[in-house]
Protein backbone atom coordinates (compact mmCIF):
# COMPACT_ATOMS: atom_id res chain seq x y z
CA UNK A 1 0.00 0.00 0.00
CA UNK A 2 1.96 2.98 -1.06
CA UNK A 3 1.77 6.10 0.99
CA UNK A 4 -0.08 4.43 3.42
CA UNK A 5 2.59 2.78 5.82
CA UNK A 6 0.44 3.01 8.93
CA UNK A 7 -2.15 5.74 8.60
CA UNK A 8 -5.12 4.78 6.60
CA UNK A 9 -7.14 6.87 4.77
CA UNK A 10 -9.55 8.47 7.14
CA UNK A 11 -13.19 7.54 5.42
CA UNK A 12 -12.54 3.90 5.50
CA UNK A 13 -10.89 3.21 8.89
CA UNK A 14 -12.48 0.48 10.75
CA UNK A 15 -15.83 1.27 9.43
CA UNK A 16 -17.11 -1.78 10.76
CA UNK A 17 -16.51 -0.62 14.64
CA UNK A 18 -20.08 0.71 14.63
CA UNK A 19 -22.83 -1.79 15.69
CA UNK A 20 -24.71 0.03 13.11
CA UNK A 21 -22.14 -1.05 9.71
CA UNK A 22 -22.49 -4.09 8.04
CA UNK A 23 -19.67 -6.14 7.61
CA UNK A 24 -19.31 -6.18 3.94
CA UNK A 25 -18.73 -1.78 3.53
CA UNK A 26 -15.06 -2.64 4.96
CA UNK A 27 -12.12 -1.97 1.98
CA UNK A 28 -9.82 -4.67 1.27
CA UNK A 29 -7.02 -2.21 2.18
CA UNK A 30 -9.01 -1.35 5.45
CA UNK A 31 -8.66 -5.35 6.03
CA UNK A 32 -4.91 -5.36 5.67
CA UNK A 33 -4.65 -2.94 8.53
CA UNK A 34 -5.73 -5.68 10.39
CA UNK A 35 -4.38 -8.62 8.64
CA UNK A 36 -0.90 -9.08 10.36
CA UNK A 37 -0.20 -12.38 12.58
CA UNK A 38 -0.46 -9.97 15.51
CA UNK A 39 -3.49 -8.75 16.73
CA UNK A 40 -3.54 -4.94 16.65
CA UNK A 41 -3.32 -3.92 20.10
CA UNK A 42 -7.04 -1.59 21.64
CA UNK A 43 -7.91 0.28 24.39
CA UNK A 44 -10.93 1.78 25.31
CA UNK A 45 -12.25 5.21 27.10
CA UNK A 46 -15.40 5.33 28.24
CA UNK A 47 -17.11 2.10 29.00
CA UNK A 48 -20.54 3.29 28.52
CA UNK A 49 -23.25 1.21 26.75
CA UNK A 50 -22.17 2.76 23.00
CA UNK A 51 -18.71 2.51 23.64
CA UNK A 52 -18.78 -1.05 24.88
CA UNK A 53 -21.15 -2.15 21.93
CA UNK A 54 -18.46 -0.29 19.75
CA UNK A 55 -15.45 -1.98 21.13
CA UNK A 56 -17.52 -5.80 21.33
CA UNK A 57 -18.50 -5.15 17.48
CA UNK A 58 -14.69 -4.52 17.11
CA UNK A 59 -14.07 -7.61 18.49
CA UNK A 60 -16.20 -9.43 15.91
CA UNK A 61 -14.63 -8.24 12.91
CA UNK A 62 -11.07 -7.85 13.33
CA UNK A 63 -8.02 -9.24 14.84
CA UNK A 64 -7.51 -6.95 17.58
CA UNK A 65 -6.48 -7.89 21.36
CA UNK A 66 -8.03 -5.34 23.73
CA UNK A 67 -5.52 -5.01 26.20
CA UNK A 68 -7.21 -1.90 28.29
CA UNK A 69 -10.26 -0.33 29.11
CA UNK A 70 -10.92 3.05 31.30
CA UNK A 71 -13.72 4.56 33.02
CA UNK A 72 -14.48 6.39 36.19
CA UNK A 73 -17.16 4.05 36.88
CA UNK A 74 -15.56 0.99 39.03
CA UNK A 75 -18.62 -0.77 38.68
CA UNK A 76 -19.54 -0.09 34.72
CA UNK A 77 -15.65 -0.58 34.16
CA UNK A 78 -15.85 -4.13 35.97
CA UNK A 79 -18.70 -5.31 34.00
CA UNK A 80 -17.23 -4.05 30.46
CA UNK A 81 -14.10 -5.94 31.76
CA UNK A 82 -15.92 -9.35 31.98
CA UNK A 83 -17.68 -8.74 28.35
CA UNK A 84 -14.89 -8.16 26.67
CA UNK A 85 -12.88 -11.24 28.96
CA UNK A 86 -15.81 -13.22 27.51
CA UNK A 87 -15.97 -12.22 23.52
CA UNK A 88 -12.28 -12.04 22.83
CA UNK A 89 -10.68 -14.82 21.45
CA UNK A 90 -7.84 -15.11 24.04
CA UNK A 91 -10.54 -15.06 27.28
CA UNK A 92 -8.05 -12.33 29.09
CA UNK A 93 -9.07 -9.41 31.32
CA UNK A 94 -7.93 -6.21 29.95
CA UNK A 95 -5.93 -4.01 32.47
CA UNK A 96 -8.19 -1.29 34.51
CA UNK A 97 -7.64 2.38 34.59
CA UNK A 98 -10.11 5.24 35.43
CA UNK A 99 -6.87 8.02 34.33
CA UNK A 100 -6.72 7.58 30.66
CA UNK A 101 -3.64 9.82 30.98
CA UNK A 102 -2.15 6.61 32.93
CA UNK A 103 -2.83 4.22 30.61
CA UNK A 104 -1.60 5.87 27.52
CA UNK A 105 1.48 5.78 29.52
CA UNK A 106 1.79 2.32 30.17
CA UNK A 107 0.62 0.82 26.53
CA UNK A 108 1.77 1.32 23.13
CA UNK A 109 -1.74 0.63 21.50
CA UNK A 110 -2.69 0.64 17.92
CA UNK A 111 -6.43 1.72 18.21
CA UNK A 112 -7.80 3.95 20.92
CA UNK A 113 -11.72 4.16 20.93
CA UNK A 114 -13.34 7.19 23.00
CA UNK A 115 -16.95 6.56 24.18
CA UNK A 116 -17.04 9.79 26.78
CA UNK A 117 -19.50 12.06 26.73
CA UNK A 118 -18.93 15.12 24.48
CA UNK A 119 -16.84 16.99 26.87
CA UNK A 120 -13.75 15.20 26.87
CA UNK A 121 -13.65 13.76 23.20
CA UNK A 122 -10.98 16.49 22.27
CA UNK A 123 -8.44 16.26 25.25
CA UNK A 124 -9.06 12.25 25.22
CA UNK A 125 -8.65 11.90 21.32
CA UNK A 126 -5.32 14.44 21.48
CA UNK A 127 -3.78 12.34 24.20
CA UNK A 128 -4.75 8.72 22.50
CA UNK A 129 -3.15 10.47 19.14
CA UNK A 130 -0.17 11.73 20.63
CA UNK A 131 0.38 8.69 22.22
CA UNK A 132 0.84 6.98 18.78
CA UNK A 133 -2.66 5.37 18.02
CA UNK A 134 -5.17 5.48 15.39
CA UNK A 135 -8.52 6.91 17.03
CA UNK A 136 -12.31 6.30 16.82
CA UNK A 137 -14.19 8.78 18.53
CA UNK A 138 -17.94 8.81 19.02
CA UNK A 139 -20.09 11.36 17.88
CA UNK A 140 -19.73 14.57 17.66
CA UNK A 141 -16.24 14.61 17.41
CA UNK A 142 -16.23 17.65 19.78
CA UNK A 143 -18.19 20.58 21.84
CA UNK A 144 -17.10 23.48 19.69
CA UNK A 145 -15.41 24.15 16.48
CA UNK A 146 -11.98 24.97 17.83
CA UNK A 147 -11.44 21.79 19.94
CA UNK A 148 -12.70 19.90 16.75
CA UNK A 149 -9.78 21.64 14.51
CA UNK A 150 -7.26 20.84 17.14
CA UNK A 151 -8.18 17.12 17.07
CA UNK A 152 -8.08 17.43 13.28
CA UNK A 153 -4.71 19.82 14.16
CA UNK A 154 -2.85 16.51 16.11
CA UNK A 155 -4.07 13.61 13.35
CA UNK A 156 -2.33 16.04 10.74
CA UNK A 157 0.92 16.31 12.84
CA UNK A 158 0.99 12.84 14.19
CA UNK A 159 0.21 11.25 11.00
CA UNK A 160 -2.63 9.08 12.48
CA UNK A 161 -6.54 8.31 11.32
CA UNK A 162 -9.53 9.62 13.38
CA UNK A 163 -13.12 9.03 12.69
CA UNK A 164 -15.92 10.24 14.05
CA UNK A 165 -19.28 8.02 14.67
CA UNK A 166 -21.49 9.68 12.57
CA UNK A 167 -23.81 6.66 11.11
CA UNK A 168 -25.58 7.63 7.89
CA UNK A 169 -22.31 7.38 5.40
CA UNK A 170 -22.55 3.88 5.39
CA UNK A 171 -26.64 3.70 5.15
CA UNK A 172 -26.65 1.20 2.10
CA UNK A 173 -29.79 2.50 1.08
CA UNK A 174 -28.42 6.42 1.60
CA UNK A 175 -25.04 4.93 -0.30
CA UNK A 176 -27.82 4.03 -3.21
CA UNK A 177 -30.02 7.30 -3.59
CA UNK A 178 -26.60 9.34 -3.72
CA UNK A 179 -24.85 7.72 -6.07
CA UNK A 180 -27.88 6.75 -8.52
CA UNK A 181 -29.61 9.94 -7.85
CA UNK A 182 -28.15 12.74 -6.29
CA UNK A 183 -24.82 12.22 -8.04
CA UNK A 184 -26.44 11.74 -11.37
CA UNK A 185 -28.18 15.04 -10.98
CA UNK A 186 -31.53 13.65 -11.30
CA UNK A 187 -32.97 16.30 -8.56
CA UNK A 188 -31.51 19.22 -9.89
CA UNK A 189 -30.62 22.46 -8.54
CA UNK A 190 -30.80 22.05 -5.06
CA UNK A 191 -32.25 25.06 -2.82
CA UNK A 192 -33.88 23.55 0.95
CA UNK A 193 -33.25 20.73 3.11
CA UNK A 194 -35.52 19.68 6.24
CA UNK A 195 -33.30 17.94 8.68
CA UNK A 196 -36.25 16.14 11.55
CA UNK A 197 -36.13 13.74 14.37
CA UNK A 198 -38.64 12.03 16.10
CA UNK A 199 -37.39 9.86 18.73
CA UNK A 200 -38.42 10.45 22.20
CA UNK A 201 -35.09 11.64 24.21
CA UNK A 202 -33.44 12.17 27.15
CA UNK A 203 -35.41 12.50 30.52
CA UNK A 204 -35.08 15.96 31.57
CA UNK A 205 -35.94 15.64 35.29
CA UNK A 206 -34.30 17.84 38.26
CA UNK A 207 -32.78 15.64 41.18
CA UNK A 208 -32.16 16.53 44.36
CA UNK A 209 -28.41 16.87 44.99
CA UNK A 210 -26.77 13.23 46.50
CA UNK A 211 -23.88 11.90 48.03
CA UNK A 212 -21.26 10.62 45.20
CA UNK A 213 -20.83 7.21 45.46
CA UNK A 214 -17.57 5.57 46.66
CA UNK A 215 -17.68 3.73 43.17
CA UNK A 216 -17.58 6.85 40.20
CA UNK A 217 -15.06 9.33 40.56
CA UNK A 218 -16.96 12.67 39.73
CA UNK A 219 -14.11 15.36 39.77
CA UNK A 220 -12.25 13.21 36.97
CA UNK A 221 -15.87 12.41 35.24
CA UNK A 222 -16.51 16.52 35.31
CA UNK A 223 -12.64 17.41 34.22
CA UNK A 224 -12.84 20.40 31.79
CA UNK A 225 -16.46 21.14 32.26
CA UNK A 226 -17.77 23.08 35.07
CA UNK A 227 -18.32 21.67 38.18
CA UNK A 228 -22.42 21.17 39.04
CA UNK A 229 -23.30 19.57 41.99
CA UNK A 230 -23.37 15.89 42.11
CA UNK A 231 -27.79 14.75 41.44
CA UNK A 232 -26.97 11.13 40.36
CA UNK A 233 -24.84 9.69 37.89
CA UNK A 234 -24.90 11.80 35.09
CA UNK A 235 -23.34 9.53 32.82
CA UNK A 236 -26.45 7.24 32.67
CA UNK A 237 -27.93 9.15 29.48
CA UNK A 238 -29.35 12.05 30.52
CA UNK A 239 -26.09 14.54 31.07
CA UNK A 240 -26.58 16.07 27.38
CA UNK A 241 -29.66 17.81 29.33
CA UNK A 242 -27.10 20.10 30.38
CA UNK A 243 -24.94 22.60 28.30
CA UNK A 244 -22.23 22.05 30.79
CA UNK A 245 -21.04 18.60 28.80
CA UNK A 246 -22.19 19.28 25.47
CA UNK A 247 -25.01 20.61 22.68
CA UNK A 248 -27.89 19.09 23.62
CA UNK A 249 -30.07 17.31 21.33
CA UNK A 250 -27.89 18.92 18.10
CA UNK A 251 -25.08 17.34 19.33
CA UNK A 252 -26.40 14.23 19.60
CA UNK A 253 -28.82 13.42 16.95
CA UNK A 254 -28.21 16.62 14.84
CA UNK A 255 -24.71 15.31 13.64
CA UNK A 256 -25.99 13.08 11.68
CA UNK A 257 -28.35 14.61 9.50
CA UNK A 258 -25.67 17.84 9.28
CA UNK A 259 -23.25 15.47 8.04
CA UNK A 260 -25.51 13.63 5.37
CA UNK A 261 -26.16 16.87 4.24
CA UNK A 262 -22.72 17.78 3.85
CA UNK A 263 -22.40 14.31 2.06
CA UNK A 264 -25.33 13.77 -0.20
CA UNK A 265 -26.67 17.03 -1.50
CA UNK A 266 -23.30 17.99 -3.20
CA UNK A 267 -19.79 18.02 -2.30
CA UNK A 268 -18.79 20.95 0.49
CA UNK A 269 -21.87 21.99 0.84
CA UNK A 270 -20.99 23.29 4.08
CA UNK A 271 -17.98 24.91 3.22
CA UNK A 272 -19.17 28.33 4.56
CA UNK A 273 -17.60 30.96 2.67
CA UNK A 274 -19.55 34.05 4.34
CA UNK A 275 -18.36 35.19 7.85
CA UNK A 276 -16.33 33.16 10.06
CA UNK A 277 -18.58 33.08 12.63
CA UNK A 278 -22.39 31.19 11.49
CA UNK A 279 -25.38 31.73 13.89
CA UNK A 280 -28.01 29.81 13.11
CA UNK A 281 -31.57 31.40 13.10
CA UNK A 282 -34.11 30.17 15.25
CA UNK A 283 -33.91 28.96 19.33
CA UNK A 284 -31.52 26.75 21.07
CA UNK A 285 -33.87 24.61 22.69
CA UNK A 286 -32.30 21.61 24.43
CA UNK A 287 -35.59 19.98 25.86
CA UNK A 288 -38.78 19.94 23.63
CA UNK A 289 -38.63 21.22 20.19
CA UNK A 290 -35.89 23.35 18.41
CA UNK A 291 -35.88 24.74 15.07
CA UNK A 292 -31.98 25.72 13.67
CA UNK A 293 -32.14 26.76 10.38
CA UNK A 294 -28.53 27.01 8.53
CA UNK A 295 -27.94 30.17 5.37
CA UNK A 296 -25.24 28.55 3.88
CA UNK A 297 -24.73 29.93 0.12
CA UNK A 298 -28.09 29.11 -1.44
CA UNK A 299 -28.95 26.29 0.23
CA UNK A 300 -31.00 26.77 3.77
CA UNK A 301 -30.84 24.11 5.94
CA UNK A 302 -33.56 23.85 8.40
CA UNK A 303 -33.01 21.23 11.24
CA UNK A 304 -35.70 20.00 13.60
CA UNK A 305 -36.04 18.72 16.90
CA UNK A 306 -39.39 17.27 18.64
CA UNK A 307 -39.43 15.26 21.73
CA UNK A 308 -42.62 13.06 22.23
CA UNK A 309 -43.55 10.74 25.06
CA UNK A 310 -43.75 7.73 22.58
CA UNK A 311 -41.75 8.70 20.11
CA UNK A 312 -41.91 7.72 16.60
CA UNK A 313 -40.23 5.11 15.29
CA UNK A 314 -41.51 5.29 11.88
CA UNK A 315 -40.27 8.56 11.24
CA UNK A 316 -37.00 8.43 12.88
CA UNK A 317 -34.69 10.52 11.38
CA UNK A 318 -35.48 11.91 8.36
CA UNK A 319 -34.10 14.16 5.47
CA UNK A 320 -35.80 16.39 2.87
CA UNK A 321 -34.15 17.66 -0.03
CA UNK A 322 -36.63 19.71 -2.01
CA UNK A 323 -35.38 20.81 -5.77
CA UNK A 324 -36.30 22.37 -8.87
CA UNK A 325 -36.97 18.82 -9.89
CA UNK A 326 -39.23 17.49 -6.84
CA UNK A 327 -37.76 16.09 -3.73
CA UNK A 328 -35.79 13.25 -2.06
CA UNK A 329 -37.19 12.06 1.10
CA UNK A 330 -34.64 9.72 2.94
CA UNK A 331 -35.44 7.79 6.28
CA UNK A 332 -33.55 5.50 8.16
CA UNK A 333 -34.90 2.64 6.49
CA UNK A 334 -35.65 3.47 3.58
CA UNK A 335 -35.42 6.61 0.85
CA UNK A 336 -39.10 7.96 -1.67
Known sequence: MPNQPQALKRRTFIKGTSATLLFTTLPSYAFQFFADEQPKKVALIGTGW??????LRLIQIANIEVVSL?????NQLNTAAQLVAERQKNGKKPQLYTDYRTMLQKHRLDIVLIGTPDHWHALTCIAAIKSGAHVYVQKPSSVDVMEGEAMVA???KYNKVVQVGTQRKSTPHLIEAK???VDKGLLGTIGHVDMCCYYHMRANGNPPEQKVPDFFDYEMWTGPAPMRPYDGLPHKRWWRTFREYGNGITGDMCVHMLDTVRWIPFAGCLAWDGPNVLVPKGEFMFRKVGNLIY???NLQCLNMMKSTVIG?????????????????KSMEKKVF
Open 50 to 55: YGTGDL
Open 70 to 74: CDVDK
Open 154 to 156: AAK
Open 179 to 181: KQI
Open 295 to 297: PIR
Open 312 to 328: NIELGETLMIQNTHGHL
